[in-house]
């Protein structure tokens, strides 16, 4: 069983960046692909990117495209997401998952690929 914690959420103004984290503990991290998604009040939860268990593959949702990072330390059992250039409409709760994926350089959009989600962590972006 995995547990994932994420943190770094806040409020921040239009424009701005935030580094958001995860950290893994339970299990094996490096077995795991891990995704961050997204849902704001009233809309279905997004995709926003992925890394797989290696690290040398990243993908990103169009909407983030050029303004995210997605990073993980494996020797932390950690996963970050590094976004840039925030816009109000990227407010929304932000959660971090793991799939575990039988190839190390995978990486998967699919909600329903990830076992193991976190908590949260509320991002808003003000105008």
């Known amino acids: 069983q995995v547990q994932l914690v994420e943190s770094g959420g806040g409020l921040l103004q239009d424009g701005g960046s935030l580094r958001l984290s995860c950290a893994a503990s339970?299990?094996?991290?490096?077995?795991?692909?891990m995704g961050w998604f997204r849902q704001a009040p009233g809309k279905e939860r997004e995709f926003v990117g992925a890394?797989?268990?290696?690290?040398?593959?990243?993908y990103s949702a169009d909407s983030m495209k050029g303004r995210l990072t997605i990073s993980r330390d494996n020797a932390k059992n950690t996963v970050y997401l590094q976004m840039n250039s925030l816009k109000p409409e990227d407010t929304a709760v932000y959660y971090c998952?793991?799939?575990?994926?039988?190839?190390?350089?995978?990486?998967?959009?699919?909600?329903?690929?990830?076992?193991?989600w976190g908590q949260g962590t509320q991002v808003t972006v003000s105008s």
């Open positions: 890394i797989s268990r290696s690290g040398g593959t990243t």
């Open positions: 998952a793991a799939a575990a994926l039988s190839d190390r350089h995978m990486v998967v959009a699919g909600g329903n690929e990830y076992a193991y």
């Open positions: 339970g299990g094996t991290f490096s077995s795991y692909a």
